[in-house]
């Protein structure tokens, strides 16, 4: 089934520990993004991807990097991981960056202790 | 700053209509996106605006004024699976989605 596949679904990690979550489409999509989802916040931009070998940063990227070697992976990366990224970890696609109808991937639950 | 405002959470009952207002400031407007989120999944779209006026797709409708900042998603003959969160998301003029906090859905039989 076509779609966008994250992994680990759920994980819990130590403090200080680095920790990559993985992201990958089968769809073509150009764009894909990194959310995180916070209790009573909104969805929050991490870092995007407007084509293969471009990145950018979103709302709040101090601690995570990712990278875009291919068109399907979109890898987020915590160098050394903080209680604050405890959080739910969203990966979405696009057809192209100017488009808003996003496929998410299932979501990423992580505890950082 | 861009903001968006829509309620926190709501109750309805199974079979009657319920409206979610959104109203927003973005720098720039692309259009303006609602999405379904169950707990516990991923968010899953719903509709889209970019003109004023009306769209209606099955029993969820979507409507938008440019002018007033202000969105609203009308859903119709509730089910029980429509409880769920309904994330507004206007889209600024760098084509980035600003996400609302989003509105619970309660549906009571």
């Known amino acids: 089934t076509a779609g966008i596949t994250q992994a680990p679904t759920s994980q819990i990690l130590a403090a200080g520990r680095s920790m990559t979550l993985r992201c990958t489409q089968d769809?073509?999509?150009?764009?894909m993004y990194w959310y995180r989802q916070d209790l009573g916040l909104g969805l929050r931009l991490i870092h995007y991807?407007?084509?293969?070998?471009?990145?950018g940063k979103g709302e709040v990227p101090d601690g995570y990097s990712v990278s875009r070697a291919n068109t399907d992976d979109f890898p987020l990366t915590l160098a050394s991981a903080v209680p604050s990224q405890t959080s739910v970890y969203f990966c979405?696609?696009?057809?192209?960056?100017?488009?808003?109808?996003?496929?998410f991937g299932e979501g990423s639950r992580l505890t950082v202790l | 700053g861009q903001n968006i405002d829509q309620p926190t959470e709501m109750t309805a009952t199974e079979g009657a209509i319920v409206q979610i207002n959104c109203t927003y400031q973005?720098?720039?407007?692309?259009?303006l996106f609602w999405y379904q989120q169950h707990a516990g999944e991923a968010p899953t779209f719903l509709s889209y605006?970019?003109l004023d006026g009306l769209e209606e797709k099955g029993r969820f409708s979507s409507f938008l004024s440019r002018s007033k900042g202000y969105s609203y998603l009308l859903l119709k003959e509730l089910q029980m699976k429509d409880s769920a969160s309904y994330l507004c998301?206007?889209?600024?003029?760098?084509?980035?989605?600003?996400w609302g906090a989003g509105t619970k859905l309660i549906i009571k039989p």
């Open positions: 979405a696609s696009t057809l192209t960056g100017d488009t808003g109808e996003l496929f």
């Open positions: 769809m073509r999509h150009n764009a």
């Open positions: 991807s407007n084509t293969a070998g471009t990145t």
């Open positions: 973005t720098s720039g407007f692309n259009g």
């Open positions: 605006n970019v």
């Open positions: 998301a206007p889209m600024d003029s760098n084509y980035q989605l600003i």
